[in-house]
C-alpha cells in the first residue's frame, strides 16, 4: 500500500495564481479529509468526504477554496485566486470508517504564497 | 462538543528519561482516542488508539497510553526517550461521525 499520496510536495506561486493540490487517498477507504496547519491555527480540518460526497466543508475558509472528489481515488483543493495568507501546509488524510477509525495521513503540500 | 487539550505546548527532556506528554479530551459519549507523531517537514503517523478493553494501550516506537476516563485523560508515555522521537505529538478523538478532533500539539525536544 502506498499511503496517501499528495501532489506536489511543495509549491509557490504568486498572489492571484490559481493553485491546485492534489491527492490519493488509500484504496478502498471510504472518507477522505483535507486540513490545513499553521503554526498560528495548527490543524484545521477544512473539508470533508465520504464515498465522495463532501460532508462539512464549514472550515473552508472562502469562497476562494474549493475542494471536490470525482471519484474514489483523487480529489482536489484548489484556491482561486491564492493570497499570502494562504501559506500553509495542506494535508490530505484518508480512513475506512469500516477499519476501527484512524485517520492515514499524507506527507502534504507546502504551500507559499508569495 | 467534543475537544481535545494538551496542555504543555512545548517539553524538553533528556535522552534516556522517561516522558509523560499529557491529554484530556472531553466528550460525551465513549472516546475513541489517538495519538499521533508529526516528524519536521513530515505528515502525522499514528502511534497508538484506544477504543475500549484495557486502558493500557501499547503504541508503535515503544510508546504507550493510559485512559482514565474519571480524569477524561488519554496521556501517552515512554520509558525511556531516544534523540529520534524529537517530533510534535497531537491527541485527538474522534466522533461517531469519524470527524477527528486534534489538540493543539506538544513539542518535543530531546537533549543529549
Known amino acids: 500500500d502506498a499511503g496517501v499520496i499528495q501532489s506536489p510536495r511543495h509549491e509557490v506561486t504568486e498572489m492571484g495564481q490559481e493553485v491546485t493540490l492534489r491527492c490519493k487517498p488509500i484504496?478502498?477507504?471510504?472518507?477522505l479529509f483535507w486540513y490545513r496547519q499553521t503554526m498560528m491555527r495548527g490543524l484545521e480540518l477544512l473539508i470533508y468526504?465520504?464515498?465522495?460526497?463532501?460532508?462539512?466543508d464549514s472550515g473552508m475558509p472562502e469562497d476562494r477554496f474549493s475542494a471536490k472528489m470525482p471519484n474514489a481515488s483523487f480529489s482536489t483543493l484548489k484556491i482561486q485566486p491564492s493570497e499570502p495568507r494562504d501559506s500553509a501546509v495542506y494535508f490530505c488524510?484518508?480512513?475506512?470508517?469500516?477499519?476501527?477509525?484512524?485517520?492515514?495521513f499524507g506527507s502534504g503540500t507546502r504551500l507559499t504564497v508569495v | 462538543a467534543q475537544s481535545v487539550t494538551q496542555p504543555d505546548i512545548h517539553i524538553t527532556v533528556s535522552e534516556g528519561a522517561s516522558l509523560e506528554l499529557r491529554c484530556n479530551y472531553s466528550y460525551g459519549a465513549t472516546p475513541y482516542l489517538f495519538w499521533y507523531v508529526q516528524s519536521p517537514g513530515q505528515g502525522l503517523q499514528l502511534l497508538l488508539k484506544?477504543?475500549?478493553?484495557?486502558?493500557l494501550v501499547q503504541g508503535i516506537k515503544g510508546f504507550e497510553a493510559e485512559f482514565k476516563r474519571s480524569q477524561s485523560s488519554f496521556n501517552l508515555r515512554k520509558p525511556s526517550v531516544h534523540w529520534s522521537d524529537a517530533a510534535e505529538y497531537f491527541c485527538a478523538v474522534v466522533n461517531t461521525g469519524n470527524q477527528f478532533y486534534f489538540g493543539t500539539g506538544t513539542s518535543l525536544t530531546v537533549i543529549p
Open positions: 488524510a484518508s480512513s475506512s470508517f469500516l477499519r476501527g477509525y484512524g485517520y492515514t
Open positions: 484506544y477504543f475500549s478493553g484495557d486502558t
Open positions: 484504496s478502498g477507504h471510504d472518507y
Open positions: 468526504f465520504n464515498n465522495n460526497v463532501p460532508i462539512d
